[in-house]
């Protein structure tokens, strides 16, 4: 999954970047709202946590845009703790949810999770298949009972083709999901995550459509 977060304040947008990264999301982080609508039209992300209060172009302003374009990834709206107003403004002007400062990064992270949980279209927490059992929160993967240990990119990546089950997704998706601007891909690095995922996983789980991308077909 691929974040944007817009935040000017440096020490709680740097926590909140950093905090995610290490949940296996690619984040990119902008500390303007001019920045942030620009990222928002020439990049493709799953999930927008907004700053009402930004420099140069307001955070409710960001918001109306991205409606407007008729882009509907799920949207955290982050208010000072005395506005009020604003909250109710920015479900009304099409936040899904809001969290007011000062911040806790767990409570941020769980809230991520349940907005990309009803994003994807479903409200368990635990994405299954056959006896693959992935659990996003908790950030663990289980084949017939057994813990089976992924990296954060390798369990990024199995995550979005869970989601997807059945679906072809291509290079470019799978990539953007799993890196955001500051670390890009060497050439084959998707091919080694996929290799790995094979090895402790099965042979069988993933199909490669070469040429397009990969895919794991309904059990
Ligand atoms: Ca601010």
Redesign the pocket.
């Given at each position: 999954m691929r974040l944007l977060i817009a935040?000017?304040?440096p020490q709680l947008g740097d926590g909140l970047t950093v905090g995610l990264r290490q949940d296996g999301y690619a984040v990119d982080w902008v500390k303007d709202g001019v920045a942030a609508d620009l990222a928002l039209k020439s990049e493709s992300y799953d999930l927008l946590v907004l700053?009402l209060?930004?420099p140069r172009l307001a955070g409710m302003e960001v918001l109306t845009r991205l409606r407007e374009r008729g882009q509907a990834l799920p949207v955290l709206i982050l208010t000072a703790h005395d506005a009020t107003g604003d909250k109710i403004a920015g479900l009304d002007g099409g936040a899904d949810d809001y969290l007011v400062k000062p911040i806790g990064l767990a409570e941020l992270a769980a809230r991520v999770r349940a907005l990309a949980r009803r994003a994807a279209g479903r409200a368990a927490p635990l994405l299954r298949h056959g006896e693959l059992v992935l659990d996003p929160a908790g950030r663990q993967v289980t084949l017939a009972g057994m813990p089976v240990e992924l990296s954060a990119r390798e369990l990024s990546l199995l995550q979005l083709l869970l989601e997807n089950v059945g679906r072809v997704m291509t290079r470019a998706q799978l990539e953007a999901s799993v890196y955001g601007w500051r670390d890009e891909p060497d050439s084959n690095a998707l091919e080694v995550h996929i290799h790995h995922l094979r090895r402790k996983l099965g042979a069988d789980l993933i199909k490669t459509l070469r040429g397009i991308g990969y895919t794991v077909p309904k059990a």
């Open positions: 935040e000017d304040d700053d209060g930004l």
